[in-house]
């Protein structure tokens, strides 16, 4: 499984940016839960937006209301649409994906990730 993410750089506080990720798997069939998390510096990696393979999502307190995850019908290419930025929301973000049907925040239970891509909000 190959996780490629785009669609990040830097913003103004108060701005909009979205992110994309794109599931290349050699079985096609299987079903996959995917999510976002990101990591500022000095930080430890945390859970921004999950999505599992019957469509629940589940965010993050800090973004809820103002991040939306979704897919396209495939549910091979993730998104991330992030509104009203915030300078802490500087970090790292990472497409993740998983088998498994039941799923949280915890990294452990992620079995695939993208290399990450940057994502800056200037205040």
């Known amino acids: 499984v190959r996780l490629v993410e785009s669609g990040g750089g830097s913003v103004q506080a108060g701005g909009s940016l979205r992110l994309s990720c794109v599931l290349e798997a050699r079985y096609p069939r299987t079903r996959y839960s995917m999510g976002w998390f990101r990591q500022a510096p000095g930080k430890v990696t945390e859970g921004v937006a999950i999505?599992?393979?019957?469509?629940?999502?589940t965010y993050a307190e800090s973004v809820q209301g103002r991040f939306d995850i979704s897919q396209d019908n495939t549910k091979k290419s993730l998104y991330l649409q992030m509104n009203s930025l915030k300078s802490e929301d500087t970090a790292m973000y990472y497409c993740a994906a998983t088998p498994r049907f039941v799923v949280t925040f915890r990294t452990d239970e992620w079995m695939y990730w993208g290399e990450g891509i940057q994502v800056t909000v200037s205040s």
């Open positions: 999505i599992d393979v019957d469509g629940r999502t």
